[in-house]
Structures are given as C-alpha cells and as structure tokens.
C-alpha cells in the first residue's frame, strides 16, 4: 500500500483545479443535488435560525443551490455573501442568483480557511458539504466564528459514516483499493472525516462555539438506474477525482466499471436508491 505525505498546500492547489473542472457539470447536475440535499438543507438552515432581514455567509458554497435557499428566506432585506475556491463554481451561484431574480445575493472567491471578511458581521454561517475537505478544520471554525456576532450561528451539512453512505463510500473503497491508498489520518480532510459519532461535537466545542447540536437527516439519492448515478459522480465528485489522479487512464476505467457493478446492488423496480445519510451540525457563538 502506497504512503504519502500529506500535503495541505498541495491539496487545496489540487481541490481548487479540480472544481475548476467539474464546476459546469456540478451546475448541470443541480436539480439532482437539491432533490438529494434539500432535507438536509431545510434543516441546516432552520437550525442557523435564518429569518427575514439576515446577513449570512455561505462557506464553500458551490454553485449554489442553498445559497439560493437562504436568500429566499432573508428575502429583500437581508443578504447572502457566498464564498467558495473556485470562481468557476461562483459564476454558477451569480447566475442563477441572476436567473432567480434575487438581488441579496453577492460572491467572492474566499480560501475556506482564511476568510477575509469583516468579524462579529454575520446573524448566520453555513456550508453545505464543505467543511469535511477543509485541510484545516480548526482554522476553518475560527474563521466562521469571527464572522459571526455574538449570539449567531453556523449550521453544516456533512456525512455520517461511511457504512450508512453507500453511494460514496462503495466507489472510495474500490478506488482506494486500486489506487494502493492509505486509509486518511486522523484530522486529514475527507468526506467522513467529522462523520464518526463524537467528531463534529468535538469539532465545534473546540472552536469555542456553544450549544452544539448535531442531527441525523436520511438523504437518498434517487436516480433512474446505478449507470446516472456512476456518471454523476464521474462528472462532479472532485474527492474522487482526486484520489484516481495516480492511475493510468486505463487503470481509471477499470475502475469506474468496477464501482458501476458494485452500485447495481442498490437497484430495484423502483430504480437506483443509494443509501445516504447526511448530519446536520449546528452551534452558537
């Protein structure tokens, strides 16, 4: 088995190209993503206790399908400033601000882990399956509560483990198996990495923030046949990307056909269900 050292810089060079990439795709698949998170991004939002007349900062906010949700609710008198790595993703979440009419609505193109805005500014943070593939998870927390004034709150979306995740955790451990990779260290950025029970609590208490909560929301994802939801994550999951980045091209389709057989398994008359489970993790500065 292959051993690294893990490179945050690195990292973060390799994320941001990646969804560079896969930013017109992740855009194209959004009615996909919202049917699959909107549950969990009820909840999230609910949980930063976002009304009418708020200022919310959405961290990592991809093209932004909750970014849209938040301004909805802030409606004319509040006001969402997303934030993501990718300017690619961001011209998405501008335009279809544009597209929806919505005037509450800015962009910036913002490091997670270092965000240059003003402090104790922001009634809300939220981020929607960001904050697990923050190299630095600490640093990333601080940053959000010096963004918040007192008495705010951050609300998050991330996956639980792996075992109740099948639709992702099946294609990393047959990618992880054929391209010879190491399970992540603890505190190394993954899509489980704040999954295990404990971890997010632990996470936030330690940031300093208080009253921490964490809420379980069964997120399947629909799709008509394994074969659509191979080819959304082929298309959009960076992580993925990433982690196929040392195999040869035929290696890679090896791969892919390989996670196409085992994702068969979630088939049914009722077409493709792949079991999900997001966590909704929430507190107070």
């Given at each position: 088995m292959t051993t690294?050292?893990?490179?945050?810089?690195?990292?973060?060079?390799?994320?941001?190209?990646?969804?560079?990439?896969?930013?017109?795709?992740?855009?194209?698949?959004?009615?996909?993503?919202?049917?699959?998170?909107?549950?969990?991004?009820d909840q999230m939002l609910d949980a930063a206790a976002i009304r009418p007349g708020a200022r919310v900062l959405d961290v990592a906010a991809g093209a932004g399908g909750q970014t849209l949700a938040a301004a909805h609710r802030v409606g004319a008198r509040g006001h969402v400033l997303a934030t993501d790595i990718s300017p690619a993703l961001l011209e998405h979440a501008a335009s279809s601000a544009r597209g929806a009419g919505l005037t509450n609505i800015s962009t910036k193109e913002l490091d997670g882990e270092d965000l240059d805005v003003d402090h104790d500014f922001f009634d809300a943070v939220i981020s929607r399956v960001g904050l697990i593939y923050f190299p630095d998870q600490q640093g990333a927390l601080a940053g959000m509560l010096r963004a918040l004034k007192p008495g705010g709150r951050l609300s998050s979306v991330v996956y639980s483990t792996a075992d109740r995740n099948g639709f992702f955790s099946v294609p990393v451990g047959i990618i992880r198996r054929r391209a010879q990779l190491p399970p992540p260290a603890p505190g190394q950025p993954g899509p489980f990495s704040l999954g295990a029970p404990g971890v997010a609590e632990k996470a936030l208490n330690d940031a300093?923030?208080?009253?921490?909560?964490?809420?379980?929301?069964?997120?399947?994802?629909?799709?008509?046949?394994?074969?659509?939801?191979?080819?959304?994550?082929?298309?959009?999951?960076g992580a993925l990307h990433q982690m196929l980045s040392g195999l040869s091209d035929e290696d890679k389709d090896e791969a892919w056909a390989e996670i196409a057989e085992a994702l068969r398994e979630f088939e049914s008359s009722d077409g493709f269900i792949g079991p999900c489970e997001m966590l909704v993790v929430s507190g107070r500065k």
């Open positions: 690294t050292t893990f490179d945050p810089h690195q990292y973060k060079v390799t994320t941001r190209a990646q969804w560079e990439d896969a930013a017109d795709a992740w855009h194209r698949w959004g009615p996909v993503i919202e049917d699959w998170l909107g549950r969990a991004t300093g923030f208080s009253d921490v909560t964490v809420e379980a929301v069964p997120s399947p994802l629909r799709m008509a046949s394994a074969e659509d939801c191979v080819r959304f994550e082929k298309e959009s999951f």
